[in-house]
């Protein structure tokens, strides 16, 4: 305001903020020793010998195939050179048992994977001596696979199927598609823990060019709604709100019809003893007006909503005109996804592999029940599985919230730049390059909150889940709300989240 009833004001030019300073360090070093600790539990898994056990595979007596193995105590077939057995043979592939999540299939190191049909014992002779491939158990000569009393144990399952060598992992996969997928749950199982992998796995199969094409689908519809949008925001708002209008108003209109329908049919069945029939009859009726009451006053809502914020919509009209025209002007910010999603695939794949190396960690141990070696790990390692677990959250979490900082600081720069001729060359890059520079330790922040909320809804979520069928009600409806109402505050707290980014990129920190 000016002095001594002065009519000049001073009002503050909105802009992006120049004079910047590192926000929240602390959190960024916390960050930073977190990631390298997930680099120290990546290396350990693979100094210890895990990844060449994951991608060479091993056989049941703890025998790494295509290296030379040392002696393991207690284990009479151990020790084995497998220099030429390179690829890992189930005997059952096709109906792996699985006891507590474990593969109690016997599995040999083999020097090729059998490529045709063996329907009886003498086959199996046959193409053992031909391609010197054992796929009998060590201990039993090749003379013998006909004849031993044990053929049914540490023999093949009859008949062996035709099967290949993985590209990368060399375990030998049966060629009938239908089994496949059996096999590919087992086989993850054998490193990790996923019950529904083998319905995941057998939907995409079935359906892969469905997934494909409707991807394409959408990429194609969204580029063009970018486009048109700055053009028919005003029909597209007034298009939305008449639609939701006029089906709650019909909706509302067809619960009432069928009450009265129902209604006047129940009156002329109405006797002297009421039926089963009548009564249920009854119910219907009474049902059907709770819910056109309910659609009534709901539509009733609506419709004042509406009146009282009309000039919202109109705002809401604007918002849109602005937002085409951003994507007008910076057309990379389409992009931004694509990368997000691209650093995601690979920290998710390099989170997967670490995750399968710490499956084949640890030292021998032989089954009791199966007499099967497993690497387990005992002691504090064991630990390393849950700290891995956070990573992958928190991690997550700080590549979206990149994304937000990223699409946030280009979209402020735009807005509040009132002369667009003085806009960076790629605004993109360089609130990429502001956010490395000054942000890194807020977003660490915000990414670790929403991973301290998200770790105990998935928690609850897995209990749920591993519960359901066993608890009673009231537990049942405790872990729902629970779970639900730790989703609300996910929700909330990466909205504000997003609105901190972006009043940080705009004006500094609070």
Known sequence: MGCCGSSEQKQREWKPLEDRSCTDIPWLIIFALFCIGMACIAGFSISTGAASRLISGYDSYGNTCGQKNGKIEGVELSGRDQTDNKYVFFLDPCNIDILNRKIKSMALCVSRCPDRELKTYTDVKKFALQNGSELCSYDIPVFRYPSHGERSKKCPKLPVPPSKSLPVFHRCTPVDISCYAQFAEAFVTFVSDNSMLHRVIAGVMASKEIIMGLCVLALVLSIILMVVIRYISVVLVWMLTALVVLGSLGGTGVLWWLY????????????????????????NVQALLVYAVIATVFTVILLLLLFFMRKRVALTITLFHVAGKVFTHLPLLALQPFWTFLSLMLFWVSWLGVFLFLGTTGSPVQSEETGLVEFRMSGPLQYMVWYHAVGLIWISQFILACQQMTVAGAVVTYYFTRNKSQLPMTPIVSSMLRLTRYHLGT??????IITLVEIPRLILTYIHNQLKGKENACARCMLKACICCLWCLKKCLTYLNQVIVAWQDLVGPF
Request: without cysteine.
């Open 260 to 283: 009265v329908d129902h209604r006047m049919n129940l009156t002329d069945q109405t006797g002297t003893t009421p039926t089963p029939q009548q009564q249920l009859a009854t119910g």
């Open 443 to 448: 977003v660490a922040k915000g990414s670790f």
